[in-house]
């Protein structure tokens, strides 16, 4: 009986946060006024892309700042498994459709000075040198995480802890690591090798402009955990 009550106690908590947030948006989408049978089409509404953009918005969160960030007005290299990656809608979001995201670089590309691009770590290092700023959009794939995907280890998948710590050994430029993810990552490994992290989570659809607007300052990242 006492842990039905710290459950039913807690339950109460989270829907007394949430409520607030459900109030603002429901009224304007037409996706919770149509729970039940909401079609694919509502998805790409621009009142609906509005909020999207919002909501991420107020979740990200900027996880460490040493006078890297904002990057505007400064040459940047963009490197990264999710540098030019459509797939930010995270492996719950059967009904958004990944083809009409804007990746980080196509919309980054329009408000900084990005004098090197490389989608994923087969990178050249002599062009990182050039930049002022390395920024590093990494993390772990949609599929990595949902329901039945539990892992071993938590920290960065496939080897780019290594990687960010060499590249940071090899070029001792500023970095700024953009993450991607759907679980809390364990980043002890990396984390002194980078001077500014941004944890997007899967932002969704418009989370490239979010993270974009955050970047060069537009936008006060409000995410807290």
């Known amino acids: 009986k006492h842990i039905e009550e710290i459950e039913n106690s807690a339950f109460a908590k989270v829907e007394e946060a949430i409520t607030p947030a459900e109030e603002r948006v429901r009224p304007k989408c037409p996706v919770f006024q149509k729970c039940g049978g909401c079609s694919l089409q509502h998805v790409s509404y621009k009142e609906q892309l509005k909020i999207a953009k919002e909501i991420s918005d107020e979740s990200i969160v900027m996880l460490k700042n040493n006078s890297i960030f904002p990057v505007k007005n400064k040459k940047v290299s963009l490197i990264g498994n999710f540098s030019n990656n459509h797939q930010i809608n995270g492996n719950w979001s059967w009904h ?4 009409k995201n804007h990746t980080l670089y196509e919309v980054l590309k329009d408000k900084v000075d990005i004098i090197y691009h490389k989608e994923g770590f087969d990178v050249n ?37 290594e990687i960010i710590n060499d590249i940071k050994s090899k070029t001792n430029k500023p970095i700024g690591m ?48």
């Open 96 to 99: 958004g459709d990944i083809h």
């Open 125 to 161: 290092l002599d062009e990182l040198n050039k930049a002022d700023v390395i920024l590093i959009a990494c993390g772990e794939d949609q599929l990595l995480s949902g329901e039945a995907r539990s892992r071993s280890s938590i920290k960065l998948p496939d080897n780019q802890e």
């Open 178 to 225: 953009i993450l991607f993810n759907g679980r809390p990552l364990d980043l002890s490994g990396v984390e002194k090798s980078v001077d500014g992290i941004i944890d997007a989570f899967y932002p969704g659809s418009m989370g490239s402009y979010s993270i974009t607007d955050i970047l060069v300052g537009d936008v006060n990242p409000s995410g807290k955990l």
